[in-house]
């Protein structure tokens, strides 16, 4: 039976698309494989390692009129379509339990699995639901702002992800690994959020969403003005946007009060123009500690001097004019939380207030309320 005809870049597409979520070492076999499954409108495409389902369709013209699905190694498929010549046409066949890929004299017969143990999500009751509508562009660039400081392998699971929050008309997003915390909002009109749940203490909702989605996010969102549609069910989040639909499980756990977080009051601030202090950083923190990446921050006057140093006694020190006047202070930071910072943000200046040598810093843009970055000081 024919699953389906197309040239090859239209059946590697999706491949790509689902690639970030299948699995490659896993203890069910199942789980590296893509399911493929053929209606008379379209060719559907899902990947799922038990946390995250990830669906990607395709619009194709077929004369086959029976439904018909298959799981495949995705790997394998996507290695072979990749090696085929260019715009080369190629057809998807099962044939007993496995599935021949033809194209021009090339033939490839893999092993499939039952599509009836493919672990497909359920969806949860809607009735807890809350819908957010947004630009892609906007939710990609609120993750970029973030997502560096998510924890990666820490054992408060909560923290190796992301805090997602709606509150006072705002989506708001907040990471941290325990040493920094990233902070990120933008408004949304009363069209954009609909609460469809009755109960009035959802007019706030918050979730916990892994790591890995939001990496996923960050990779298949674009920059375009077309929308996501975000809907919080009890224990999932899904996201709809152009042809893909991304479900994941929520993390359990309560996420820190990023407002006790984020310090306030600081009288010692400057701003900085953002690339100055970006390429400066880069360059003296080549000879810093490879293990701690210390740098430190010297105020005084008029200037920023940033000085790093390693165990090989060398060192390197850059002097920025800014416009400073308040008492001189010596702080460490670890470079590479800087660095990241400095990287994500697109403003021409940044604004940079600090309270004591033991005090965290806050990295702000200047004017806007809708971004703060908190740094804890290193001794060094």
Not at 30 to 38: A, C, H, P
Not at 298 to 311: A, E, Q, W, Y
């Amino acid at each position: 039976m024919i699953l389906i005809q197309a040239d090859k870049e239209t059946l590697l597409r999706p491949l790509q698309t689902i690639a970030g979520i299948v699995e490659r070492r896993h203890t069910l076999p199942i789980l590296s494989n893509v399911l493929i499954e053929r209606n008379d409108k379209e060719i559907l495409y899902m990947a799922t390692d038990l946390e995250i389902q990830i669906t990607t369709t395709i619009t194709t013209i077929t004369t086959e009129k029976q439904p018909c699905v298959v799981t495949v190694a995705a790997k394998k498929l996507q290695d072979i379509l990749r090696a085929l010549p260019d715009k080369a046409e190629v057809t998807l066949e099962i044939e007993e339990k496995k599935l021949q890929v033809k194209s021009g004299k090339s033939r490839f017969n893999l092993q499939t699995l039952s599509a009836e143990d493919f672990p497909r999500f359920k969806k949860n009751d809607p009735l807890s639901r809350v819908k957010i509508t947004i630009k892609q562009k906007e939710l990609k660039n609120l993750l970029f702002l973030v997502q560096y400081a998510m924890a990666q392998q820490d054992i408060r699971y909560y923290l190796n992800g992301l805090l997602l929050l709606i509150e006072d008309g705002r989506l708001k997003v907040v990471t941290t690994d325990g040493h920094r915390l990233g902070f990120a909002l933008t408004p949304l009109k009363a069209n954009q959020i609909e609460f469809l749940s009755k109960i009035p203490s959802l007019e706030r909702a918050e979730i916990i969403l892994p790591r890995k989605v939001i990496l996923e996010l960050a990779k298949q969102l674009n920059e375009s003005e077309e929308l996501v549609i975000i809907e919080i069910l009890e224990n999932q989040a899904q996201f709809t946007f152009s042809n893909i639909v991304l479900v994941t499980k929520t993390v359990d756990g309560k996420f820190p009060d990023y407002n006790r977080v984020i310090p306030t009051g600081h009288q010692k601030q400057f701003e900085i123009n953002r690339l100055v202090f970006l390429q400066a950083l880069q360059r003296v923190s080549i000879l810093s500690n490879e293990k701690i990446r210390g740098a430190r921050l010297i105020l005084t006057t008029k200037t920023l001097r940033i000085v790093c140093n390693n165990n090989e006694k060398e060192e390197a020190q850059e002097e920025i004019e800014i416009k400073y006047s308040g008492e001189a202070l010596d702080i460490g930071f670890n470079s590479t939380y800087l660095l990241d910072v400095l990287s994500s943000l697109t403003s021409e200046t940044v604004e940079c207030s600090f309270g004591d040598t033991n005090s965290s810093a806050l990295i702000t843009i200047p004017n806007n309320e809708n971004f703060k970055y908190v740094v804890m000081p290193m001794r060094l």
